[in-house]
């Protein structure tokens, strides 16, 4: 039987306020359009601005995309969209938009290019990659991926035999924190969307998870309503943070200097007795060795470590263990700082586990159930022709692979030559630390393709650019969203696509087919394979792609019941205070305190963080958006300033540790922000010039990035060790 709208209603109605919400949340496309007397389509779909993967109504007038709402159904939107979302628009009609395919007709990085037709495009790209496959082997091409466009061509270098596929989601944004969760409670705190009870949380810790600046729809609207209910914010940043200015304590900690005090948290949550004792006997192993490891990190030492006061590290533990269980320490998000973040997010999650937040109102919700078959038109993938390089050496370097290591690969030749690259949906001249390695990388290849759909930096450099249509002009998914509940959204286009874009699973499949392995094609359209994983889920597809979300009945089970005990996936089947995993690979079972390396004197720890009208540097040409922000600026404590008689507004550069430069960029003279460091919005100091809006506009803080400390239990790069000094313009 298929689940519909109907059941949709019924299963709403049946939760206390059901019957509101039901009628309140209410859309269908279709009556809305019969109501408007069939003028205007209105297709819901979902948001790629940035991955939250929010539910959206596209308004369609005369063919135009005319508006983007959020959809009041879709659990990341509850009927709103953030600027981003609405900014989508923006990307649709980029006056500089990928247009049709190119092939580079002069010297790397010269923007050469001459337009082809898609069979000749197509055609170059996979008469190359069986050239590289025949002469190296099929391991030698390589794909780079974030979101959705990745799904297509992983299937491809897969199918073709290469293992060597890497996300900057793991290795440069929250691998760390997922295996930390991951070897704590045997799962991670989920990567699309935390599972954070910000709804019902009474204490809410943020360790540099700048919620609002970073803005992920549903959870900042969470969060605006604790603080409105007046939940306790605690804010552990060296920058007061809009985060922080509504916080009832600000912690401005030395950077590098968290896993200090979150020991010293372990030590007086159970020193104090703050933790929930039925709880850890319950549920955890390793409670006393935990005990006596965290025993030497006193209040004191973190004070001096920690630069903050005695009476302030103190009075915060003790302000969450008051309101316990009903707390949270937000897992976080880009978490990849100072290369020994694993242990930071394995403190983070012991103190969730000392305090029993996992599965309990205002912590951590257990996931819901989602009990779909799995669905694959294609063959199961060959095995790798040869061990892929993307793991390392590193134990625990997770499925998604090591960017840096591909990298480093491609420049090295060792253990064997990497020579084309597909990268699709990601800038990674602009992501990964060390950029100038990328472009010796790059300049090894063979064959680069990208497939994007703006000018950027790293399109620029590119043999062959292919053209993809944006999320508002193609179908993909389906895509099962997890939030408290489990549902299944779609993605579908308001508009075909235009110019001679194309969507990546069209691009991907008319590749598979040219490279002669068609069975790993799409057989028909995605649409309809679409329409048959529907059906096997018993999911009815016109009911989605008139409502754009279907929640699955049943699937909501936060709370730990009497009939619904957690499950974790660890060794011991508890939650791991002390980790066996760790213990076994004779890493430290329990975090121990290292200290990272301080600036020197004249110096300043470069930090970098989000816009909330901004996602990396995928945003930063839309005119909507740019028109909100159109460059950054370098935060510099006001006391430092005076010091250096450098002015709120003058033209400064940034100049690193390596002597590298910056672009030239405003300063912001501010109070909100400690001495020894500066931070900066990333995504800005675009190169392309292409990118017309952006391009030369404000500083981009990845050339600064030339050196990086990659974690040795996962391989993550952290990436807050440079440190710059201010160089006034003449
Ligand atoms: P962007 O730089 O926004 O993010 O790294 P990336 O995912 O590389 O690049 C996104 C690319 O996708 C752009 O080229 C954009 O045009 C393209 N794009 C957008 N929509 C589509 C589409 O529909 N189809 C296709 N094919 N392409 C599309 C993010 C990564 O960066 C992450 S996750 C983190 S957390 C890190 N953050 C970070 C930082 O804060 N500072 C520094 N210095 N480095 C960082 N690196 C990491
Ligand atoms: Fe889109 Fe904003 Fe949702 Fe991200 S948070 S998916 S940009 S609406």
């Excluded at 306020?17 to 209105?42: I, N, Q």
């Excluded at 990601?426 to 300049?443: F, G, S, V, Y």
């Amino acid at each position: 039987m298929a689940f519909s709208r109907r059941d949709f209603l019924k299963y709403a109605a049946m939760s206390a306020g059901g019957t509101m919400l039901a009628e309140s949340s209410f859309f269908s496309a279709r009556a809305r359009e019969r109501k408007e007397g069939g003028k205007v389509r209105y297709v819901p779909t979902t948001c790629e601005m940035c991955f939250w993967k929010c539910g959206v109504i596209a308004k369609v007038v005369d063919g135009k995309v005319v508006k983007l709402e959020g959809n009041p159904l879709h659990p990341q939107s509850r009927g709103r969209l953030c600027g981003r979302g609405q900014g989508g628009i923006g990307l649709l009609y980029d006056r500089d938009r990928l247009k049709v395919p190119m092939i580079r007709t002069g010297p790397r990085g010269e923007n050469r290019y001459r337009q082809a037709s898609w069979d000749e495009a197509l055609d170059f790209v996979a008469g190359k990659l069986k050239e590289i496959a025949a002469k190296h082997g099929p391991e030698a091409v390589a794909l780079f991926a974030h979101g959705s466009p990745g799904t297509y061509f992983n299937n491809l270098v897969r199918a073709m035999g290469s293992g060597n596929v890497a996300y900057p989601s793991f290795s440069q944004c929250l691998g760390a924190r997922e295996v930390a969760w991951e070897l704590t409670f045997g799962q991670g705190p989920n990567s699309t969307c935390e599972r954070v009870d910000l709804a019902n949380s009474r204490v809410i810790v943020l360790f540099g998870t700048h919620l609002g600046e970073n803005m992920h729809n549903s959870q900042t609207q969470e969060f605006a309503e604790a603080v409105g209910r007046g939940a306790k914010i605690i804010c552990v940043d060296p920058r007061y943070s809009t985060a922080a200015s509504k916080a009832s304590m600000w912690l401005p900690i030395r950077p590098g200097t968290d896993l200090a005090l979150l020991l010293t948290w372990i030590n007086i949550i159970i020193k104090e007795g703050w933790y929930d004792r039925e709880y850890v006997e319950k549920y955890t192993t390793g409670f006393e060795e935990l005990k006596e490891a965290v025993a030497r990190y006193t209040p004191e030492w973190a004070a001096q470590e920690t630069d903050l006061p005695m009476r302030d590290i103190i009075e915060a533990v003790r302000e969450l263990g008051r309101y316990a269980p009903n707390v949270i320490l937000h897992p976080g998000r880009h978490f990849a700082w100072h290369g020994n973040d694993v242990q930071r997010g394995r403190a983070m999650a012991i103190i969730n586990a000392l305090l029993g937040t996992w599965g309990r109102p205002g912590g951590i919700w257990l996931p819901p159930k989602v009990n779909l078959p799995a669905f694959s038109e294609t063959p199961e993938h060959p095995e790798a022709n040869n061990d892929p390089v993307v793991f390392g050496d590193y134990p625990f370097a997770g499925g998604e692979g090591l960017t840096q290591l591909l990298r480093e690969t491609t420049i090295t030749g060792d253990p064997y030559p990497i020579k084309a690259w597909f990268v699709a949906g990601t800038n990674l001249m602009k992501t990964l630390p060390k950029p100038e390695l990328t472009r010796k990388a790059i300049d090894n290849l063979d064959l680069l393709v990208v497939v994007d759909v703006m000018p950027t930096d790293t399109v620029m450099l590119a043999d062959v650019i292919l053209p993809e249509a944006t999320y508002l002009e193609r179908h993909d998914g389906l895509f099962t969203i997890t939030t408290r509940e489990a549902g299944v959204a779609i993605r579908q286009p308001a508009i075909e696509p235009l110019y001679q874009s194309r969507p990546a699973w069209w691009i991907g499949s008319e590749l598979c087919k040219r490279m002669g392995l068609g069975q790993y094609a799409v057989k028909d359209s995605w649409e309809a394979r679409m329409r048959r994983q529907a059906k096997k889920w018993g999911i009815d597809y016109d009911e989605l792609a008139d409502t754009g979300y279907i929640s699955l009945p049943g699937s909501a089970t936060p709370y730990i019941t009497a009939d619904n005990q957690p499950v974790f996936n660890t060794p011991s089947k508890k939650i791991e205070l002390v980790s066996s995993e760790l213990e076994e690979e004779d890493f430290d079972p329990v975090p121990r305190y290292e200290p990272v390396e301080q600036p020197k004197r004249g110096e300043y720890r470069l930090l970098y963080g989000r816009s909330p009208v901004h996602t990396f540097t995928r945003t930063v040409n839309n005119q909507w958006l740019w028109e909100l922000k159109k460059e950054n600026e370098v935060w510099l404590n006001a006391d430092e300033a005076r010091r250096l008689g450098v002015r709120n507004g003058e033209i400064i550069r940034l100049e690193n540790q390596d002597r590298v430069m910056s672009e030239p960029v405003r300063v912001r003279v501010t109070e909100r922000i400690r001495r020894d460091c500066i931070f900066m919005i990333h995504g800005f100091g675009q190169d392309s010039p292409v990118m017309t809006r952006a391009y030369n506009r404000g500083a981009d803080d990845q050339n600064l990035i030339t050196r990086y400390k990659v974690d040795p239990i996962c391989g993550s790069t952290g990436m807050r060790v440079n440190f710059v000094k201010i160089v006034k313009e003449a």
